[in-house]
C-alpha cells in the first residue's frame, strides 16, 4: 500500500493535465478547442484525456470495480462522451436546442474548471482503499 500516495499524485499531475489542455473561458470556447483536437484525429480527441486511461487501468490492476470505482469511470466516460455530443450538435448538425446554447454561453468559473479534480480524485482514493481496507 506504500504506492498510494504515488498513484493518487499521479492521477492529480494528470487532471491538472487535462485542465491545463481544455482551459477555456466559456463552454463555447473549450468545444471549440476541443474541436480542433477531433478534427486532426478522433485518437488525438480521445488522448487528450489521459487520466481517465490512468483510473481504468489502476482500477483494473487492483480489481477495484467497487461503487466507487465503477461511479468515477461512468463520470468519466459521460464526460467524454457529452463533449462529443456538443461537438458533434454545434459542428455537424448545425443545430443545438435553446437550454444547450445558453450553456455554451455561461463563464466558466473557477470551481468549475476543477470540479474534475475535487470530485474524481477523492472517489479514486476511496475505490483504491476500500479494497486494502
Known sequence: MEILPQIIFALILLELFEIYLQQAKTLTDLIDKLFVYYKKSIFLFFLIH?????VLGALLYF????FYG???LILKVFDIFFKLELIKQK???KSMDSELLKMMDMKLTF???FLALFVHVPLFYM???SIFG
Open 70 to 72: 465503477v461511479t468515477i
Open 50 to 54: 489521459p487520466a481517465f486511461y490512468f
Open 63 to 66: 480489481d477495484a470495480f467497487n
Open 127 to 129: 475505490a483504491i482503499i
Open 91 to 93: 459542428y455537424y448538425l
Open 111 to 113: 470551481s468549475m474548471k
